[in-house]
């Protein structure tokens, strides 16, 4: 899989927005450490369709021992009968390219981390645009991680596990419940045969928008 790294992303992850802005250094610094990146790493993504059900839990995922809990991803796929579980990563790579630069230099290591992140939204952006053509006819909601809203973060490791994530794209769960490699992401889309609600996004079901630094800054996260 073949991504472009958006450097307006990687900006936004270092928190630069409304008034502030970067200087001639840095923007060359991100561009030569984006490019860096986009050489190094090795983007995998791997998702599957699951019928749904609703149950008094959360939706259910057919032949898996899967529920989706709380009221949030319930509203989420509401007028969905089926859904998209994905898993996406920008690989190991990144984290080692992350930790050199880390060694090296704060400002490059900080650089570096954002770029990563940034690496890991391409990545899903790229797979969703593949969804989309696989799916030609299905209308599909946004993407709804775990850690939004009630949808508890506790879920991770079973979803990994029904998706073969450690065994199609290297990415396991910690006992902490960080994936690692880090620059990964996994989530749900609904899909249906009819237009749905989009329904809510970012700061809105984020469960750190209170202390979120970037809502501080007048920017968001990019969810």
Known sequence: ????????????FMGYGGMTSVDERQERLI???????????KPAAVWRVFDITPTDEGPALAGT???LKGADIRRHL????????????ASAKADELIRRKQREDMEQGFIADCIGSAAAEAVCNALERELAEKLKGKY?????????GDLPLAIQPQLLAVLDAPKRAGVTCLDSLLMVPSKSVTAVIGLSDKPVEKGRQGCAVCNMADSCRFRKEGVHCGL
């Open 1 to 12: 899989m073949e991504i472009s790294i958006d450097i307006n992303e990687v900006k936004r």
């Open 31 to 41: 561009a030569e450490l984006k490019a860096l990146m986009e050489k190094t790493i």
């Open 65 to 67: 021992a899967l529920v």
């Open 78 to 89: 509401a007028g969905c009968d089926r859904c998209v579980l994905l898993c996406a990563t």
């Open 140 to 148: 599909m909601t946004w993407r709804f991680s775990p850690g939004y």
